[in-house]
């Protein structure tokens, strides 16, 4: 996909298929490239709910719209709240689950051509995220983490936090969540690893 060479168009150009999927790469390739120099990976601060979590009953949790950024560039954004259930048979508790988000694509819109069937295809290609349960800690590149629960052996209910500042076993945790950044503009940060340690201690 090439960054440097985009359609040039003129009266009596007879376009293709080949050519709509030059142009959209060209401008996809071109934002994704703003993206990861520009910007760290991470959710966007300010973006509809910031991808946040809440609990709901049991062991069910919303995911909150919002937008995040990976390390290739790519853009996972959710337009509406997606509910997904904690299952403590997948995991050997007590653990800690990480929740995290990953860019996807989907085909969708299938049209078919009954007559002509090598004129079928999908009309869309629809981006969105698929979400990512592990016991292992997402990298924030290709995962972006939203949040973490302590849970416990025998757990029944997952609970928004208390107190989001120093959240207790089975609540929500999100001070690990790691915000979207400009590059270059502001001084780097506290490294991760250091910032879970202070957090640990405190």
């Avoid at 757990?155 to 969540?177: C, F, G, K, M, W």
């Avoid at 502001?186 to 490294?191: R, W």
């Amino acid at each position: 996909m090439s960054i440097t060479s985009r359609m040039n168009y003129f009266t009596g150009f007879f376009t293709t298929a080949r050519d709509w999927t030059a142009e959209q790469s060209y401008h996809i390739e071109k934002r994704k490239l703003h993206n990861r120099r520009l910007h760290s990976p991470g959710i966007v601060q300010g973006e509809a709910l910031e991808l946040g979590l809440s609990a709901l009953s049991g062991l069910t949790v919303t995911l909150l719209p919002g937008v995040a950024l990976d390390a290739e560039g790519n853009e996972i954004c959710l337009t509406e709240p997606r509910d997904f259930t904690v299952d403590p048979s997948g995991y050997s508790l007590p653990a800690t689950v990480y929740i995290g988000v990953r860019y996807s694509e989907t085909p969708t819109d299938l049209v078919q051509n009954m007559e002509i069937p090598q004129y079928s295809g999908y009309t869309r290609i629809t981006e969105g995220l698929s979400l990512v349960l592990d016991t292992v800690k997402p990298d924030n590149r290709t995962v972006i983490e939203v949040g973490r629960i302590q849970l416990q052996a025998g757990a029944t209910t997952i609970s928004n936090p208390v107190d989001p500042l120093a959240p207790q076993v089975n609540e929500i945790d999100r001070r690990y969540v790691v915000k979207a950044g400009a590059i270059g503009l502001a001084p780097e940060k506290m490294p991760l690893v250091l910032r879970e340690r202070i957090i640990a201690l405190m």
